[in-house]
């Protein structure tokens, strides 16, 4: 029997801060999926939505302290690198080269991101590149008759497959722990001086803390 591929998942962000609902998923992901490696990539300039209210530098810094000591979780900072903006088809074709073609490379998001999958650049390349884990949601359908979904309808496998498809595949998932846990709640919570405490790891807390991130500035 041929050695089975490395298989590698790779979960993009704002992480404005990174919390445990990201933390969690990439925990559970990696150990339903039995993945060699889930690479968290902070975005630097965000095509898609407003800018990050901190720099990539504070970004990176959080999602450090936060991945610290964790098997298979890995900060990969190089969107971060490059001065222009993060493309995700970008960013796999550069994981494509140094991972070989045997790799099995899957992009990760949440069921209400792949529901505008089809407006992202270059989307079909991306299925070149990489298969799809998409974590659902309770109460969340795609529309009938959307591309997305017909995606969805052509191109699911199930776990036991995953490792026989380097790309091109979409795997829908729905994970144990379901945190309704957002950036954009934290940074109101600490905008408004309350505690973020169980939200988010106590390292991160400390830090935002520290250099008083996300007060707000009156
Ligand atoms: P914001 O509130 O600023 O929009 P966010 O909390 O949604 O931020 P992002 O950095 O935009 O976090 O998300 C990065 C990735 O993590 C996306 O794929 C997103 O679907 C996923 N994600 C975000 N929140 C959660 C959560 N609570 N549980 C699981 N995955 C999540």
Redesign the pocket.
Known sequence: MPDKPDVIAV??????P?????L???LELRQLLALDEVR?V??HQTPH?EQ?QRSSQQRLHMLDLAVAGEAGLYIDDRELRLDQPSYSVLTLQGLRKELGDEAVLCW???V??FAHFTSWYKWREILTLANLII?TRPGFELVSGSEEKRLWQERAVEVSELYLHPFGKVLPVS?PS??????????QQLSQGQSVRYLLPDSVINYIGTHKLYVKVS
């Open positions: 979960m993009g962000g704002t992480f404005d990174v919390h445990n609902g990201h969690r998923s990439a968290l902070p975005c939505r990050p990760v998001m949440g209400d991101a974590m994970l379901q945190l309704e846990i957002s950036a954009t709640y934290i940074r």
